[in-house]
């Protein structure tokens, strides 16, 4: 059993920061690519950022970029989000995914950015942005 435990949440005013973490527990797994993923109430889980593990590319959607950044240990199967000039439209509970596709280790972006190709998912923490 693979678990990905996250951590790093918190209640933050705009234009703060936030550094979110996820690491891996249980049976050893090689993963391909890890990723966060948001979900605001009322509204779909969408895609925040990810990275895969081969060449160490990195992906972001257009609505946090530049602000986001997403870096990682391979090896540890961690992951983690650093979060600037943050808004309150990002207020969502946050999840980490990690995903084991050869898709995903060739950086291909419809295996990235879906929620489907992810293998393994944590449970989420709660991000708040204050205006």
């Known amino acids: 059993q693979v678990q990905l435990v996250e951590s790093g949440g918190g209640l933050v005013q705009a234009g703060g920061s936030l550094r979110l973490s996820c690491a891996a527990s249980g049976r050893t797994f090689s993963s391909n690519a890890m990723a966060w993923f948001r979900q605001a109430p009322g509204k779909e889980r969408e895609f925040v950022a990810a990275?895969?593990?081969?060449?160490?590319?990195?992906y972001y959607a257009d609505s946090v970029k530049g602000r986001f950044t997403i870096s990682g240990d391979n090896a540890k199967n961690t992951v983690y989000l650093q979060m600037n000039s943050l808004k309150p439209e990002d207020t969502a509970v946050y999840y980490c995914a990690a995903g084991e596709s050869t898709a995903q280790a060739m950086g291909v972006m419809f295996a990235l950015r879906y929620r489907g190709s992810y293998d393994y998912w944590g449970q989420g923490t709660q991000v708040t942005v204050s205006s």
């Open positions: 990275i895969s593990w081969s060449g160490g590319n990195t």
